[in-house]
């Protein structure tokens, strides 16, 4: 089992850059994984970008290609989100979530075994 916690969100203006950071507990975190998804009010938790257990693929939704990067550091079981040229639109609730298994669809949030409490990104216009 490992523990997801989320840091590094707040307030930023429109056009402005934030990195989140999501520190697992355990050993066993290269073995996962790892996705950001994020969640406004009102609104389903949607999938953000999804990184593969050596870092090497990556993938993300359409709305942030070009602006947002997802990262991994399995010396320091921390995953991390840079999010450049931010919208107001990207105001959400932001959580990572890990994965055990390498099938199947990794943009599904139904498909991550453990979440983390989530880390508020607001963006003013």
């Known amino acids: 089992q490992v523990q997801l916690v989320e840091s590094g969100g707040g307030l930023v203006q429109a056009g402005g850059s934030l990195r989140v950071s999501c520190a697992a507990s355990?050993?066993?975190?290269?073995?996962?994984?790892m996705g950001w998804f994020r969640q406004a009010p009102g609104n389903e938790r949607e999938f953000v970008a999804s990184i593969s257990r050596s870092g090497r693929l990556m993938d993300y939704v359409d709305s942030v290609k070009g602006r947002f990067t997802i990262s991994r550091d399995n010396a320091k079981n921390t995953v991390f989100l840079q999010m450049n040229s931010l919208k107001p639109e990207d105001t959400a609730l932001y959580f990572c979530?890990?994965?055990?298994?390498?099938?199947?669809?990794?943009?599904?949030?139904?498909?991550?075994?453990?979440w983390g409490q989530g880390t508020q990104v607001t963006v003013s216009s």
């Open positions: 979530a890990a994965k055990i298994s390498a099938s199947l669809d990794w943009s599904s949030r139904r498909q991550y075994d453990y």
């Open positions: 355990g050993p066993t975190f290269s073995r996962y994984i």
